[in-house]
């Protein structure tokens, strides 16, 4: 939307748990013709999606069988 050179976006994730925490460690690769201040904001947009906002936010989940074959 922005007219930006972003060409490419690359999300490297790894795991660990640490003092009975779980920590994501994320990697962000931004391929194209970006500055930073296009990098940083992009960072920002990141932190803002719906998966990251359930991550880490607490969340119930419900499982429920489902009676179709």
């Not at 490297?12 to 940083?40: F, K, P, T, W, Y």
């Amino acid at each position: 939307r922005k007219g930006w050179k972003l060409e490419n976006v690359v999300v490297d994730l790894s795991h660990a748990v640490q003092n009975h925490q779980h920590i994501i460690q994320v990697e962000l690769g931004l391929m194209g013709d970006l500055d930073d201040s296009q990098r940083q904001r992009l960072l920002a947009i990141a932190g803002r999606c719906p998966v990251h906002r359930l991550l880490t936010t607490s969340a119930e989940i419900h499982t429920q069988l489902n009676n179709r074959e």
